[in-house]
């Protein structure tokens, strides 16, 4: 599992937003604030990051809504 890394870099990119406050597994990440641009900000890192690139079936609200769906879209995406 990626959890803590994508914590990592959602924090990083959405300190505006949480500050210091860990975020959770399951935090809604749009209740905390984060708009569509960000999302996409946050899309970006992700796949610079794990050197992936998203589906187009993932990009929509419900795959970045929290790390843990972020998570399940990055591990279906990742060779095993």
């Known amino acids: 599992m990626h959890i803590e890394k994508i914590k990592a870099i959602a924090t990083e990119n959405l300190s505006e937003l949480i500050g210091s406050t860990p975020l959770g597994d399951e935090d809604n990440l749009y ?13 970006i890192a992700l796949e610079e990051n794990f050197n992936i690139r998203f589906p187009h079936t993932a ?3 419900v795959s970045f809504e929290s790390v843990k769906n972020i998570n399940s879209v990055i591990a279906s995406v990742l060779p095993n």
């Open 31 to 43: 209740d905390l604030g984060m708009t569509s641009l960000q999302a996409v900000t946050l899309m």
């Open 59 to 61: 990009l929509n609200a």
